[in-house]
């Protein structure tokens, strides 16, 4: 691939993620809505939210707080970045680490005990879910050799072939990614719960908007890294990505919200031996 | 039928001094605690404890106090009377002592409400339990 | 991290109504409970002696919107006890099929707020669809959805007639496909059990002692509900008491949920043995002496106490709700838990805060 | 865990039960109860519903020099609790299945005697 | 500007108090958002947090301590925000009017835009205020930034 194609589609990708994400977050509630017997809103919807976030007034609990938002932001548009440029999916993961930080940091330097509980539990769902990423990536690091995402979209076959319980694990990430029952302990998008709406408490008009732009990303980062587990061709690839996104939506109506000692043992008990096992199993037949 | 029709003097009034003693008692006998009611009589307060025995009837205890008097509070004996224990205190002034829990009169009422809003007759002396 | 006190409320998506606990924790786990309420006091004792004795009903009734219909009846009957005034059969029947469709739409709002309060947002929404149906029937009977006023002393307002007879057997056939879709996920569902199995548990002697009444007490295996006293037509009714001994939220949980489908069954026995007759009988006396009276609501019993003078106002009138006495067992049962579970413990007591500050 | 899926696949394929009220209006109850209409050519100003409002939403005025009785009606304070349908002797009120309209503004609504 | 402008009466998010009534406004306001009603078709979520709230559903007369926690509920509202009041005892103190701990009505604490009549308000009324309150949302300006809330 040339510079000027991967310029390309990282350019587009930059310009499209807001888009699709937003699409797929009116689909989700959308889609809840109709699961509940419900009509739900409109499918645009989150744009509607966003354009109404970003024209409002909004309070300032501390600057810090402000600053953290942005380097959330910032950091998970790097993170996307790196990933449509191809690059070391190790590194996407660990800035990916470092902006969920920001946001968690965002609700520490705040004085509301809701956002510190929540910037707290935020912390526990990153225990939970980075170690399934990083591992995952080793996993395909195992298989094809390279940390990069060039690499796995120029291996020939798919990797979920090899991977299945690896595949697995990352769907658990992605629950816990998406906040969606039963790992939507630090903040929820709908239900209520005990801590009010987390660590995004003390964020109001733009900065939430800001705040729900790079969940935008996130989710189509995640999405697009599910899809690599069957890169060739990609548009299977793709499918398999919204098939894991309804699987997400479905199992979100069908369970409660569990608790956190529950969220982190099912992660790390679930994901991780089942990461340790397919590598094992592969070795084996390898 | 499970209407208590309760005509006055229908129980004994038993003196303020001897109910913890009565309240004890009870209690020994395995009795709960139902609610209470305070009656406003003009220099007097009317207090009727109203206990649960395990077979799930009733038992009454009246007491009667003259407005500046001291009560005696029951919730060491039975903790569940101390929110209604306060609520008395709070709404009609009763001077009840050795609350287990004390709320100084903010359970319900706040510093702006009007204080002891169930009193009737205010007492002569003006010596309050609370409130004030 | 170090001791957190949080204000849990008085305005909080979990809490529907405004009561403050002062939570301290330390990390998640809650070390402290201190309740701060009369958020939601507004004077109704004060009130009622203010107001003819007849008007009394609807205040009453809007000591909560919840059990409405049962606040009405529990003062109307008192009345009634206090003055000798017989009411006519028909209304009786009435006020049971009433009193059960509120207690039906009560237990359906709060297993409904349960399962809010663990974040299960689907069968949040599936309990109030179904609770819709017994919204409708009360609409249909009484002319309201939620306030029904139509209990007055000597009898009710309103009556089901004959061609709406039908229509309610119709709703209550359509409800009871409804709890019977939702029964087994309250009652099997893997994540719902590990929420509620063993949290907030409330031992069966301290149930005793600290006061607690219906679900709460009876989901710590204490058989006593005080429709069993038989007023209305309970006695006639064959009722018996669903006890569990489970005592934690789950126990407390499951004995609303069979209450759900007793009181269902309860609303047809009624409407089946329902004689006809006189709606209410007209009362020229005017209350005198004392009276006292339980009555079972959806939370538990409520004591209502009266004194009158002979005159259209009242001396005194003394409302002791369920969840006033319900409220110690919650600071045994949160001290301990984890602050992820403070929501449905709250909640498996019913708390019902306007009730209990009137 | 599935237990819910049985409900959640019902309702998605019997589609929404959602109302769509301001589009599609639903015909009330006949009996509801909701808000009191008062005709004012009726009323003989006895003053019974004033009387035994207890919501007070009735309040009735004397003037002693005209001889004129007027009434009052907040509609922001009625209860619909029909109590005054109930016992006009006029029939001059009646509880109508309507619902109220939302206002941006308190209005009590008079009435003179002739 | 076309679309913020016409995102806020699209995605009004609303914040509900309770201040004393009987609950019956409370769980009809519940019922709005269950599937029978469900206003999520309006946008509308019930967010619970002041500081992301713009319609503010109050209901109950107001009591003396609960006067504090509305002004505080008000004042951390980022603008543009409307007050709706729901059921009469928001409005007036309705049948809680002669209750010696009320003040009678959230006018009396914060500015209210809308009443919704009845007792309890039933699910269109509060429907049909709402969409009240969203034309007088779009009729009110944003107002700039806020330095520090909370306890102003
Ligand atoms: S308890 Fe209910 S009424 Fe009160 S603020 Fe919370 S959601 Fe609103
Ligand atoms: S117990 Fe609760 S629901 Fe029942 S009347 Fe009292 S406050 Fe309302
Ligand atoms: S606490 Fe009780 S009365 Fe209050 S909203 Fe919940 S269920 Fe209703
Ligand atoms: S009933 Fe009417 S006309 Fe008769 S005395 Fe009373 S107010 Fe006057
Ligand atoms: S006089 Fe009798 S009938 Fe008339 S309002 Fe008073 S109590 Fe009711
Ligand atoms: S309906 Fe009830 S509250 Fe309304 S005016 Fe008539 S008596 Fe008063
Ligand atoms: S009771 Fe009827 S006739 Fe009498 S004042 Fe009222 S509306 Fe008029
Ligand atoms: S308006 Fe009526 S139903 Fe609504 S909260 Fe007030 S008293 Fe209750």
Redesign the pocket.
Known sequence: MTLTWSLIIVVGALLLAPLVGGVLRGLDRKLTARLQGRMGPPLAQPFYDFGKLVGKSHSVSSRASVAWAWAYFLLTLTAFTLFFLGQDLLVVFFILAFAGGALAFGAFSTRSPYARLGANRELLQMLAYEPILLLAAVAIYFQTGKFTVHSVLEAGEPLLLYLPLVFVAVLVALGIKMRKSPFDIAASEHAHQELVRGVYTEYSGRHLALIEIAHWYELVLLLAFIALFWAQPLWVGVLIALGAFFLEIWIDNIAARLRWSWMVGASWGVGITFIVANLVLLSVLA | MQQVRVDRGADAFISPGALLKEVELLASEGVRFTTMVCLDVDQEFEIIYLFQRLTLDMVRIRVRISKDEELPSISSILLDAVLMENEIKEFFGVRITNLAIDFQCRMLLSAKSPQTPLLKVRPQSQSLGGGE | MARVTFPFGPQHPV???AIQLQLTCEDERVVEVLPVIGYMHRGIEKAAEANLFPNNIFLCERI???CSFIHALCYCELMEGMMDVEVPPRAKHLRVVWSELSRIH?HM??LG?LADSFGFESLFMQCWRAREIILDTLEMTTGQRVIQSSCVIGGVRRDINEDQEPDVRRKMDAFRKEINAIYPVFAKDYTVKSRTVGKGILPKEQAWSLGTVGPTLRGSGWDYDARTLGYAVYDDLGFEPIVEDGCDSYARMMVRLHEVVQSLELVIQALDRMPKGDLAVTVKTFPEGEGLIRVEQP?GELVEYARGNGTAYLERLKIRTP?FSNIPALLVMLPGCELADVPVIT?SI??????TER | MPVMSTNLIKNFFSGPATRPYPVVKREPFPRARVRLVYDPDKCTYCGICANICPAAAITMEEDRENLRISRHYDSFACISCGRCAELCPQAALLMAVRTHEPSDAKVVEHSTSR | MGFLKRARVKSPWILHY?TGGC?GC??EI?ACLTPLYDVERFGMLNIGNPKHADILLITGPVNWKNRDVLKRLYDQTPDPKVVVAVGVCAATGGVFHNCVNTLGGVDKVIPVDVYVRGCAARPEAIIDGVVLALQKLEQKNSGGVAYATGTR
Do not use: K, V
């Open positions: 809490l529907p109504e909560c919107g919840i009560s709002l709060w707020l939370r969840t909640m019913d708390p019902c805060i306007a009730c | 309770c609950n409370d769980i519940l």
